[in-house]
């Protein structure tokens, strides 16, 4: 991987006409950091045609490391990487037009003047919501302030490691009766178990009934500023900044309360519903910090690569497919699977 020279010299790039700098976007490129490697200060306009063709959305987040054509760290010589010719005498840089404008790959026109990035996001929604779905699906890469007061921007924000802290002694308190009791019971420790791994798959489907017809309710350019509101706070700002660290896992509190509402009408259905319960947490948990570890790890297990590209093709190809991010089981139980190419290479983030 090509280094900048100097601290601040960035990593630029030259697509078409224009210059950007993916120093700060490297490792999160959902084509993974190594598939930029020799791009430094090069015209990655050819390369970026070969590849497969990106979505609108992922264009549209492009347009946030463009840098102005005065900037310094611009190189003032031809980029070392020059396009060759082709056996008919066309350059390569007008075949890659052609092939941009036939993929309908252009750069789309800004929407960001729809809204005010310096004051607080929530409020501004109810003025969007003709365009609202359409706006949110197009991603940024820049911070966002949800709520004015700083004691309610406050809760917004949740570093990951302060989930498992919070429900780690929430699962084992609801757990440690029941197991502590059948211990010496092989066969009510074994229903025990397999009561913990119900609540486990329970939470499998949870997590896919409330990502699909909750988090991705079907929003109409009528839809009401309530409802647009509701739907940016609960998960549409996870997709207009999905690289914002603190914002990537479930605030504890507000879980919490969902939690209480979701387990108290199932307690009067369910066999030690405890049990249930703290394997449903238990579940969760390894979700959100997979969907942590699915934006920022670098892995290297086959299946956690898949699920990262699984997740990175739902924000920016198929929203509305792909909706497992612990797991892909109900996507295929629902015909909502994302089918993913199958790769030359390892793909790496770091």
């Known amino acids: 991987m090509d280094t900048p020279k100097g601290s601040d010299a960035g990593f630029i790039v030259k697509y078409r006409q224009e210059y950007y700098d993916l120093s700060e976007f490297m490792h999160k490129h959902p084509g993974g950091i190594n598939t930029l490697n020799g791009l430094n200060q090069a015209d990655m306009t050819a390369r970026f045609m070969k590849a497969p063709p990106h979505s609108d959305a992922a264009m549209y987040l492009m347009k946030e490391y463009k840098v102005k054509s005065e900037d310094p760290r611009i190189p003032m010589t031809k980029p070392r990487h020059q396009a060759r010719r082709i056996d008919n005498g066309q350059d390569s840089q007008e075949r890659s037009n052609e092939s941009e404008d036939k993929n309908n790959n252009q750069l789309d026109e800004s929407m960001e003047h729809l809204v005010d990035w310096s004051k607080a996001?929530?409020?501004?929604?109810?003025?969007?919501?003709?365009?609202?779905?359409?706006?949110?699906?197009?991603?940024?890469?820049?911070?966002?302030?949800?709520?004015?007061?700083w004691y309610l921007e406050m809760l917004t924000k949740t570093p990951?490691?302060?989930?498992?802290?919070?429900?780690?002694?929430?699962?084992?308190?609801?757990?440690?009766?029941?197991?502590?009791?059948?211990?010496?019971?092989?066969?009510?420790?074994?229903?025990?178990?397999?009561?913990?791994?119900?609540?486990?798959?329970?939470?499998?489907?949870?997590?896919?009934?409330?990502?699909?017809?909750?988090?991705?309710?079907?929003?109409?350019?009528?839809?009401?500023?309530?409802?647009?509101?509701?739907?940016?706070?609960?998960?549409?700002?996870?997709?207009?900044?999905?690289?914002?660290?603190?914002?990537?896992?479930?605030?504890?509190?507000?879980?919490?309360?969902?939690?209480?509402?979701?387990?108290?009408?199932?307690?009067?259905?369910?066999?030690?519903?405890?049990?249930?319960?703290?394997?449903?947490?238990?579940?969760?948990?390894?979700?959100?910090?997979?969907?942590?570890?699915?934006?920022?790890?670098?892995?290297?297990?086959?299946?956690?690569?898949h699920m990262k590209r699984y997740h990175y093709q739902h924000h920016f190809?198929?929203?509305?497919?792909?909706?497992?991010?612990?797991?892909?089981?109900?996507?295929?139980?629902?015909?909502?699977?994302?089918?993913?190419?199958?790769?030359?290479?390892q793909l790496r983030w770091s």
């Open 121 to 149: 996001m929530l409020p501004q929604i109810a003025n969007i919501t003709k365009c609202y779905d359409e706006w949110v699906h197009k991603p940024v890469d820049r911070p966002l302030r949800l709520f004015g007061p």
């Open 160 to 305: 990951w490691w302060l989930v498992p802290i919070f429900w780690i002694p929430v699962i084992i308190r609801f757990a440690w009766e029941d197991i502590h009791t059948s211990w010496n019971d092989k066969s009510q420790l074994a229903c025990v178990t397999g009561y913990f791994l119900f609540g486990v798959l329970l939470w499998t489907f949870l997590e896919y009934t409330l990502h699909r017809w909750v988090f991705h309710i079907k929003l109409k350019c009528n839809s009401g500023p309530w409802i647009c509101t509701f739907h940016f706070m609960i998960h549409g700002l996870h997709h207009k900044v999905p690289f914002d660290p603190m914002r990537l896992v479930f605030p504890p509190l507000p879980g919490a309360i969902l939690a209480t509402l979701i387990y108290y009408p199932l307690s009067y259905f369910l066999i030690q519903p405890r049990v249930v319960l703290s394997g449903a947490l238990a579940g969760y948990l390894c979700y959100d910090m997979m969907h942590y570890y699915l934006h920022y790890g670098n892995p290297s297990f086959r299946h956690i690569v």
């Open 317 to 345: 190809t198929h929203q509305d497919l792909g909706y497992g991010i612990s797991s892909p089981l109900w996507d295929v139980v629902f015909k909502t699977r994302i089918h993913l190419r199958k790769l030359k290479y």
